[in-house]
C-alpha cells in the first residue's frame, strides 16, 4: 500500500468524469474543487479503478504522534487497493528512512498521465515492487535524490526559476518506463550547430537510435506568428516552430528538423489558443520522430501531441534563466 497522501481524485457521475481537487486547492481549467453535495459516493482514484473518498483530515485532534493524517486528502475505500501500475504508488514522497542529499539532482516523475492519453503506464526499472507492494527505488544514486511530483510545465518553470540549475542538470525524469536525464529531456531551441551543443540535434541522433523513436521531452518552440488554427475539417491542426537546419559534414546532405505541436483537443479553447501570438514556448509531452528523405535534405519531424492546456506555456529558457540568477548569482 502506497504512503502518498491524494491530492486529486476522479469523479464520476452519469458517465461522466471530472478531475476532482481538494476544497483549498486552486483547480485546473477543467477541474473542480470537492463539493460533497456532488461528488460524495462517486469518486475514483486517479490513475486506477479504486474507489475513494474525501478525508477533511484530523487537525483536531491534537497531540496525535502520526500526523500523516492531518491535512485534507482523497483515502481509499475499506478494502480498496491501488491498481498495480497505478501511478500514486511511484509516489511524491520519499520512502521513509533514507536521507536526501540536497546535492544531488531531483527525480521528477511526470504525473500527467490524468490527461495525457500517449502516456501508457508500464513499469519503471528504477522501482522495484517488494513483497509487501512497496515500491522501493533500485538504484543508490537515485534513492537519495529529492522527489517532485510534475503535473504540468507550470511546476518545471517553477523547479528551474527557484533551484540550484546544478541540482536541476543532474535530475532524472521518470515516466512509465522512461528514465531520461535531465540535458536529454530539456531541448533548448537554437537555431545553430555551431554552438558545443545543440540539443535538438542530440535529439534527433538519439531518436533516429532507439527502436521506440520517442521519448517525454520539455521543448522550447519558436513561434514565428501567432497560431489560431482552424477548428473546422478532419485534420488537427498544427502549430510548427522554427526550424533547426544544419549540414552534415561527411555527407554533405542538409539536415532539417521541424518541431510540431499537434493539438489533439482542439475543442478546448486553451488548447486551440496556446499559440496565439509569436515568440518562445515551453511545450511538455512525447516527443515522437519522423524522419523523411528528400533529394537534396533530410526532413526530421519532431512531434509532440497537445491534450491538455497545462502541457504548454509562453515563456523563453532565458528569461527563466535570468529570473533563475537573481537566486544563484553566478
Ligand atoms: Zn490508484
Redesign the pocket.
Known amino acids: 500500500m502506497s504512503d502518498v497522501v491524494m491530492h486529486k481524485a476522479r469523479a464520476i457521475i452519469h458517465g461522466q468524469e471530472t478531475v476532482v481537487v481538494l476544497p483549498n486547492a486552486m483547480p485546473f481549467a477543467g477541474e473542480e474543487r470537492y463539493d460533497a453535495k456532488t461528488h460524495k459516493g462517486h469518486l475514483k482514484?486517479?490513475?486506477?479503478d479504486?474507489a475513494v473518498h474525501f478525508n477533511k483530515g484530523s487537525a483536531t485532534i491534537a497531540g496525535q504522534f502520526d500526523l500523516r493524517g492531518a491535512s485534507p486528502h482523497f483515502h481509499t475505500n475499506r478494502g480498496q487497493t491501488?491498481?498495480d501500475r497505478?501511478q500514486?504508488n511511484f509516489g511524491d514522497k520519499h520512502e521513509s528512512g533514507t536521507a536526501v542529499d540536497k546535492k544531488a539532482g531531483f527525480r521528477l516523475h511526470l504525473n500527467t498521465q490524468g490527461y495525457t492519453g500517449d502516456f501508457n503506464a508500464v513499469a519503471n526499472p528504477l522501482y522495484r515492487r517488494e513483497a509487501d507492494k512497496r515500491l522501493t527505488v533500485t538504484e543508490e544514486a537515485a534513492r537519495v535524490m529529492e522527489t517532485r511530483s510534475i503535473r504540468g510545465v507550470a511546476d518545471l518553470v517553477e523547479l528551474m526559476r527557484l533551484q540550484d540549475p546544478l541540482r536541476i542538470n543532474q535530475s532524472r525524469v521518470i515516466l512509465n518506463e522512461y528514465d531520461v536525464l535531465w540535458p536529454d529531456f530539456m531541448i533548448r531551441y537554437n537555431r545553430s550547430s555551431k554552438t558545443p551543443t545543440n540539443r535538438f540535434m542530440d535529439l534527433v541522433d538519439r531518436l533516429s537510435a532507439s527502436y521506440r523513436k520517442r521519448q517525454p521531452v520539455l521543448m522550447e518552440f519558436n513561434v514565428r506568428s501567432g497560431v489560431y488554427p482552424r477548428t473546422t475539417g478532419g485534420k488537427t491542426p498544427a502549430v510548427q516552430s522554427q526550424d533547426i537546419r544544419w549540414r552534415r559534414e561527411a555527407s554533405g546532405v542538409t539536415q532539417v528538423i521541424r518541431p510540431t505541436a499537434y493539438l489533439n483537443n482542439r475543442h478546448n479553447t486553451a488548447v486551440s489558443l496556446a499559440f496565439a501570438t509569436a515568440g518562445r514556448y515551453l511545450v511538455l509531452g512525447m516527443a515522437r520522430l519522423k524522419t523523411v528523405d528528400a533529394h537534396d535534405a533530410q526532413l526530421h519531424f519532431v512531434d509532440i501531441g497537445i491534450d491538455d492546456p497545462r502541457q504548454v506555456t509562453k515563456i523563453s529558457l532565458e528569461d527563466i534563466a535570468a529570473e533563475n540568477s537573481r537566486h544563484f548569482p553566478r
Not at 482514484?45 to 486506477?48: A, I, K, L, N, Y
Open positions: 482514484c486517479m490513475f486506477c479504486a491501488h491498481g497505478c500514486w
